[in-house]
């Protein structure tokens, strides 16, 4: 089975503060995202990556950036964390290619709360 | 963008069969559909996909209307367990910023 992995199930940090989530999978696969999930408002995609050290904006990409320097790991960087920027992330992965075919593979969120 | 058209929530009694619609009657011709689903305190499941003929696989059936402007997640004898949130979503061909996911259907299970 694939396994997406999130480094921290809950996180508390302070306004200003430089924040990075990681996430790392174990199935090789080329396709990684960040979503941010909301009450109200689903699914959000604020990055991903089709390669090693590629990365394209999602719908939501003002005031994060990414990394991906090693195919298994996608970290999420937060320069300035914000209270609006309380939520919940969620790192998924799936194969490359011809993407309609493949399907996502989710970790099971990071809760960063930032006060 | 196509966009997919869920209800808010759904009941269901525990082991009868759950029909949870979806509308999306702009999609393309080579758009798929694809659902998940969302159990409490955990990150979205793929549940299934299809193009134009209905699938099954052990989690569920997806049933295709003909116009492909809708389609039906069936779960054949609903647990406990499947109490989630579900979501239908529209899968281009092309590009891996190619999902959305709207608020769902919050499913609720009556023992």
């Known amino acids: 089975d694939v396994k997406v992995t999130q480094s921290s199930r809950y996180l508390v940090k302070r306004t200003g503060e430089k924040v990075f989530l990681e996430c790392v999978q174990d199935?090789?696969?080329?396709?990684m995202f960040w979503y941010r999930q909301d009450p109200g408002l689903g699914l959000r995609l604020i990055y991903f990556?089709?390669?090693?050290?590629?990365?394209e904006k999602g719908d939501i990409p003002e005031g994060y950036s990414v990394s991906r320097e090693k195919k298994e790991r996608f970290s999420l960087i937060l320069e300035s964390a914000s209270t609006n920027q309380t939520s919940m992330y969620l790192c998924a992965s799936s194969l490359g290619g011809p993407s309609y075919n493949s399907p996502l593979h989710f970790g099971n969120g990071t809760r960063l709360t930032v006060t | 963008d196509a966009k997919t058209t869920q209800p808010n929530s759904m009941e269901s009694n525990e082991e009868e069969p759950v029909h949870l619609p979806c509308n999306h009657s702009?999609?393309?011709?080579?758009?798929?559909i694809h659902w998940y689903r969302q159990l409490p305190s955990q990150g979205p499941e793929y549940v299934i996909h299809g193009l134009t003929s209905n699938v099954n696989n052990r989690m569920a059936s997806l049933a295709i209307a003909e116009d492909r402007k809708s389609s039906t997640l069936i779960l054949h004898r609903a647990t406990l367990r499947d109490a989630a949130v579900y979501y239908c979503i529209l899968r281009w061909q092309t590009g891996a910023n190619n999902l959305f996911f709207g608020t769902g259907t919050r499913l609720t299970v009556i023992p």
């Open positions: 990556s089709y390669d090693v050290k590629m990365k």
């Open positions: 199935m090789d696969h080329e396709n």
């Open positions: 702009t999609i393309s011709g080579t758009d798929y």
